[in-house]
């Protein structure tokens, strides 16, 4: 496995591996910068940044727009050389609002999915940050390019491909799932790999087009040396990976949220029911034994987080979960993770995780 930088337009990560965006509180600026640090891509989570804010309940916006500017101040003390962007998903209400805080509190890259962000050049306009949209299909990296040369006469400067091994909400149907993941725990997804190789070619049309490169970046159920090596070998140029950085020192989240990525077992790890209308892989435990057995679990008053979420309708709040669950109290919250969780054996350093992926 040859490691090359990975450069988009005019800056480079020296080591082409991308810390995946984990909300809610899982990667602020002390994980993003730490990576960073090290060479790689440090990316921060937008999505409900400020829960840990005084006016959090009441002012959440603000809250969240303040926790931006202070998040990426902190990475950047601890890289100050270092790439660091912002992961801000299309399913966030004022999305816009979100991306152009980012953009002000200096990020080098807005990564962007849960919907495809078809206008997030005309939302960037004018700003030196690299823009890296997420698609999960040829299907989907086709409408984001031609939409993106059409109206707004560019290309992505990165694009992230997240396979169905990812952490978190996928995009995929329950259908897609089933048809994608292989039967065995460990194997290369065959399938999914001529999906890559169907994205890649899109993409090299539209670098003939434009005469430069696009480079790429394949994430989901990275957890290895190997699985890294295979991902360059279908021709990508880097892997973003998440769930390997959750248990580490580095990592914002509390203690018992990294022991519980430790302590699971490969059966504990479970596609679960979203209040987005998304499927999504996390830790069973006993909130999610509820939610599974349709139960309504209150909630207090909606804090406006995604669009597709219907309070009214939702068996739980996705962010009442996710923030019990950064808070370390695991038995109440919603815990993310991809599919290789269960393989933590103890509390890493983020160095050892890099060196682990691609030495």
């Known amino acids: 496995m040859e490691i090359r930088p990975l450069k988009m337009g005019d800056i480079e990560a020296k080591l082409p591996i991308i810390q995946g965006g984990m909300g809610v509180g899982i990667s602020l600026g002390r ?15 937008a999505a409900q940044i400020g829960y840990q804010e005084p006016d ?3 002012n959440t916006k603000e809250a969240n727009l303040r926790a ?8 950047r003390a601890i890289a100050p050389e270092g790439i660091i962007g ?13 991306v152009r805080a980012a953009i002000g509190a200096g990020a ?12 997030l050049p005309k939302v960037a306009e004018g700003a030196q940050v690299k823009l890296a949209p997420i698609v999960s299909t040829a299907k989907s990296a086709k409408v984001i390019l031609k939409y993106w040369d059409k109206k707004y006469k560019r290309v992505p400067d990165l694009l992230i491909i997240e396979g169905p091994q990812a952490g978190g909400h996928l995009g995929f149907t329950r259908e897609q799932l089933t048809e994608y993941l292989p039967e065995q725990p460990g194997e290369h997804l065959q399938l999914y790999d ?16 434009y005469q430069q490169r696009i480079p ?12 890294a090596a295979h991902a360059f070998s279908l021709g990508v140029d880097a892997v973003q990976v998440a769930s390997r950085f959750v248990p580490t020192e580095e990592c914002d989240a509390d203690i018992r949220y990294k022991q519980a990525y430790v302590d699971a077992a490969r059966e504990d790890i479970v596609i679960v029911k979203s209040p987005v209308g998304m499927p999504g892989r996390a830790i069973m435990n006993p909130f ?23 309070p009214a309708r939702t068996l739980y709040c996705i962010t009442e979960a996710l923030i019990h669950a950064a808070r370390g109290e695991v038995e109440e919250g919603l815990l993310f993770c991809g599919a290789y969780a269960y393989g933590a054996q103890r509390i890493e350093t983020v160095r050892e995780v890099i060196n682990s992926l691609i030495g």
């Open 31 to 45: 994980l993003a910068g730490a990576v960073a640090k090290e060479g790689g891509i440090g990316v921060i989570s």
């Open 86 to 98: 912002f992961n801000i998903m299309v399913a966030m209400r004022d999305y816009e609002d979100y």
């Open 288 to 310: 999610m034994e509820r939610v599974m057995a349709g139960e309504q679990i209150p909630h207090g008053p909606c804090r406006r987080c995604l669009k597709t979420c219907d």
């Open 108 to 119: 080098d890259l807005i990564v962007s999915g849960a919907g495809l962000p078809t206008d």
């Open 68 to 75: 931006i500017r202070t998040e990426y101040a902190k990475a």
């Open 194 to 209: 001529t999906e890559v190789r169907e994205i890649l070619s899109v993409v090299k049309g539209y670098e003939d087009l």
């Open 56 to 58: 959090f309940g009441r």
């Open 216 to 227: 790429t970046a394949l994430a989901g159920g990275i957890k290895d040396r190997a699985q």
